[in-house]
């Protein structure tokens, strides 16, 4: 399978893009281009990409702000974020109410 994975950088107002462009079979191969294409992005972290099983690892727990932290008019009814938490980004869900803005 063909893989891409695209970065575009606006922030500074100059367009910069990276791009990785490849092929793989397998999961660890994927990985392997992912990590390089984050560290190409800008992203600098120390160890490697790893699948863990889910009985291995504990997924931390999230918890909404609380109401009185903002307007309910300002948060979506999908993610349970506001539009002040996610300021310019778009949020993971790409359901989101505020995706569209």
Request: glycine share 8%; net charge negative; aromatic share 12%.
């Amino acid at each position: 399978m063909k893989y891409i994975f695209k970065q575009i950088d606006n922030i500074s107002g100059h367009c910069a893009e990276t791009t990785v462009e490849f092929s793989a079979d397998s999961l660890p191969d994927i990985l392997e281009h992912f990590e390089m294409f984050l560290r190409g992005s800008g992203f600098h972290f120390s160890g490697t990409l790893d699948f863990v099983s889910d009985e291995e690892y504990d997924m931390p727990q999230f918890e909404p702000a609380a109401e009185e932290e903002y307007d309910n008019n300002e948060v979506c009814g999908r993610c349970g974020l506001t539009k002040g938490q996610l300021g310019t980004n778009i949020c993971y869900d790409m359901k989101c109410g505020f995706n569209d803005n």
